[in-house]
């Protein structure tokens, strides 16, 4: 089960930090993942980090914005999301990949487990 946090509404330009903390025990050996749907919009891959050497993937618009980063010993992935542009609004959800696969998959159907997805809103 995963669980996201941390959403909300921003001023062009801020920061957020999203959470999504996992159960079970097998947290460490998921790789993680962070997509958003924007309204009317399919949903699309933000962010990834693998599970086995932390290696970490990103769609071309929030390189050099957003961070994913995990802390295995909290079952946690996190998204700072910095200098946040209106065209950043969107739920976001996290997904977990029990694949044990040494890739970072950027496809919604590569994943099997989903949280239930946070607001974030950037008004401009």
């Known amino acids: 089960q995963l669980q996201a946090s941390g959403g909300g509404l921003v001023q062009t330009g801020g920061s957020l930090r999203l959470s999504c903390a996992a159960s079970?025990?097998?947290?460490?050996?998921?790789?993680m993942g962070w997509f958003r749907q924007a309204p009317g919009k399919e949903r699309e891959f933000v962010a990834a980090i693998n599970w086995r050497d932390g290696n970490t993937a990103y769609v071309d618009s929030v390189k050099g914005r957003f961070t994913i980063s995990r802390d295995n010993a909290k079952n946690t992935v996190y998204l700072q999301m910095n200098s946040l542009k209106p065209e950043d609004t969107a739920v976001y959800y996290c997904?977990?990949?029990?694949?044990?696969?040494?890739?970072?998959?950027?496809?919604?159907?590569?994943?099997?487990?989903w949280g239930q997805g946070t607001l974030v809103t950037v008004s401009s």
């Open positions: 997904a977990a990949d029990e694949s044990w696969s040494l890739l970072v998959p950027r496809a919604t159907t590569q994943y099997d487990y």
């Open positions: 079970g025990r097998a947290f460490s050996t998921y790789t």
